[in-house]
């Protein structure tokens, strides 16, 4: 079964400092990723996504991410944070059992310090 | 173009009672997924419906239903509600079945289970 896991429920950065947000996980074939954003209230916005081809990818607002096979990773990064960059990010993975369904991490919460 | 829509924005029900909540995808998608995400938690795979049949369930007891409409408008149904059903309830549109397909996310509707 598929399966992510975020390691950092909460995370606090400065304005204007680098962003790493980590993200794990567990399929058996080569995985669709993603990382989508919520805002309070808010439903998901898809930041980024990962198919196939190059394992760096760009995405919305600034934001990248780097598949790693050999460590299961998919880690969300920008190199500097602005305050409405506050919400809460999620991971997920998709493509298993045909369709699309989405198995999505437990989220991290960022907060931004001015 | 509209996004992802979704009604009622808040719902409150009790214990036992049934509740219908309704999903209209982005003009030209053809499927749509339902997701819970229960407060602190990452949303969980409810229900895929592609061409008005469903395509996929998530591990969800058979007091929850759905179904589309020839329009591809969908709604999710639960009876008996619980306590534990209180949740965000989202849902979701894609062009297509694929699991890379992109998903569009709507707003959401708050259930709260008294």
């Known amino acids: 079964a598929q399966s992510v896991t975020q390691p950092d429920i909460h995370i606090t950065v400065s304005e204007g400092a680098s962003l790493e947000l980590r993200c794990n996980y567990s399929?058996?074939?080569?995985?669709?990723l993603f990382w989508y954003v919520q805002s309070p209230g808010q439903g998901l916005q898809l930041l980024l996504k990962y198919f196939s081809g190059d394992t760096l990818v760009q995405g919305i607002k600034g934001f990248e991410a780097e598949f790693k096979r050999s460590q299961s990773s998919f880690n969300l990064r920008k190199p500097s944070v602005h305050w409405s960059d506050a919400a809460e990010y999620f991971c997920a993975v998709g493509g298993g059992g045909g369709g699309n369904k989405l198995t999505f991490g437990t989220g991290t919460q960022l907060k931004v310090e001015l | 173009d509209a996004g992802v829509t979704q009604s009622p924005t808040h719902l409150i029900k009790t214990r036992g009672q049934q509740v219908t909540l309704r999903c209209s995808p982005i003009s030209g998608h053809k499927s749509v997924s339902w997701y819970q995400q229960v407060l602190g938690q990452g949303p969980q795979f409810i229900f895929q419906y592609y061409e008005k049949e469903e395509r996929g369930r998530g591990n969800f007891p058979d007091r929850f239903s759905a179904r589309q409409f020839p329009n591809y408008s969908s709604e999710l149904n639960v009876n008996a509600l619980l306590l534990g059903d209180s949740a965000l309830y989202l849902c979701?549109?894609?062009?297509?079945?694929?699991?890379?397909?992109?998903?569009?996310f709507g707003p959401g509707t708050r259930l709260t289970v008294t």
């Open positions: 399929y058996g074939a080569t995985p669709y």
């Open positions: 979701a549109s894609s062009l297509g079945y694929a699991g890379n397909g992109e998903q569009y």
